[in-house]
């Protein structure tokens, strides 16, 4: 079984067309699938037509309670059936509760993939979970589940924040846990037409490297009309470019393993709460300031961005408005020519 989740601390970016489109794609493939739910909106829920079925029925929040109230539940009663090769775990708005309930609890991270270790579930070749856009409880789950993640990014400045969060929470995940899902982005919504659009894909491509998926779901009326009408891209429009690009990005996915990549991501972070811009300037992007060069400021004062690097050894230094600063994070550092010091990075 191979466990795909799809997560993004931006709302609106794709999420949930990706969750139910990829499950729907790989079922289309022959592959016995399994949708899950995570989001205590039920988006998926609703996109798949499931709005008065759902009510009054069990979900995903039953997997939580029963670990919660050290009860068993009965997957029958979870799953619906009513596709050829996929399968659904719903949710409701009750899984808030398993949020409030369970957030603090001790090893509550891993309810869902201890769940999913039953034989039970041994059936499935696939399990998509749609995460809800906050990196709460639900989302951790959800990672910590993971084999792959999925991370959906709409062409909107913002969403580079949120390749930043997703890494941070992958870090903290890594150090707690030990797990280390594989983290793939994809761009969504895209309009090759605009330019902007062009120049963020640009920019994606320098941040992310072949983390970054070369299929693209375009722009698609038909995947909105989808949702609406509670169908998957290929029960609504099969002759869609919205459908043939489902079935070229889950294949590349299939076909993706980050362990045969030979760059490596880094982060750069510095903690200047009172800067107004920071860049982190060095030999790996020939010290030149620009949009792609840029650290993201987060709530706690700290500056961030990633970069995918070559294996080597670079030499670096923070531009923080306008000042050079080596990093106080790298203990490693060597003489330049203005006689100051360098930052020394090795990958
Ligand atoms: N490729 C796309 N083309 C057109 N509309 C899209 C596309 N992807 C998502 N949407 C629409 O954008 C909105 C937000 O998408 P959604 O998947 O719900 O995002 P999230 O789950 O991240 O909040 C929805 O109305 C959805 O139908
Ligand atoms: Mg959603």
């Known amino acids: 079984m191979k466990i795909i989740s799809i997560a993004n601390q931006k709302g609106g970016c794709g999420k949930t067309t990706l969750a139910v489109n990829v499950a729907a794609t790989l079922a ?54 009513d596709r050829d090769h996929l399968s659904f775990i719903p949710a409701n708005m009750m899984l808030s509760a398993a949020e409030i309930n369970l957030g603090g609890v001790n090893g509550a991270a891993a309810i869902l993939y201890r769940t999913l270790s039953d034989p039970y579930f041994n059936k499935y070749e696939y399990v998509v979970v749609d995460s809800p856009p906050s990196f709460g409880f639900l989302t951790l789950n959800s990672m910590y589940a993971a084999d792959m993640m999925l991370v959906p990014i709409d062409l909107s400045y913002f969403s580079f924040n ?26 969504n919504i895209f309009d090759k037409r605009s330019k902007f659009a062009r120049k963020l894909e640009e920019e994606a491509k320098k941040r992310l490297g072949p983390y970054l998926l070369t299929s693209k779901i375009r722009a698609s009326v038909r995947l ?12 609504h429009d099969i002759k869609s470019s919205a459908s043939s ?22 982060e750069f972070s510095l903690h200047a709460p009172k800067a107004g811009s ?8 020939g010290w030149k300031k620009s949009e792609a060069t840029r650290l993201t400021k987060l709530e706690s004062g700290d500056w961030a961005a990633h970069f995918t690097l070559d294996r ?13 600063i080596s990093d106080p994070n790298n203990v490693n550092s060597e003489h330049n020519v203005f006689g100051t010091a360098d930052s020394v990075l090795e990958v």
Do not use: C
Not at 53 to 61: D, I, L, N, V, W
């Open 28 to 81: 289309n493939m022959g592959k016995q699938t399994l949708l899950i739910d995570l989001d205590p909106q039920a988006h998926a829920t609703f996109a798949l037509g499931y709005n008065e079925k759902a009510s009054g029925r069990k979900t995903s929040y039953d997997i939580f309670r029963a670990s919660f109230d050290k009860t068993e539940v009965s997957f029958e009663d979870i799953v619906i059936n």
């Open 162 to 187: 949120g390749i930043n969060s997703v890494y941070r929470v992958s870090s903290l995940l890594k150090n707690e846990t030990g797990r280390d899902p594989s983290i793939f982005f994809v761009l």
């Open 224 to 235: 909105r009309e989808a949702a609406s009408l509670g169908k998957t891209i290929f029960e």
């Open 245 to 266: 690009d489902f079935y070229n990005l889950t294949g590349e996915l299939l076909k993706s393993k980050d362990k045969d990549i030979k760059v490596a991501l880094k």
């Open 278 to 285: 920071v860049y982190v300037l060095g030999d790996f992007n």
């Open 312 to 324: 080597g050894r670079y030499r670096y230094k923070f531009l923080v408005d306008n000042e050079w």
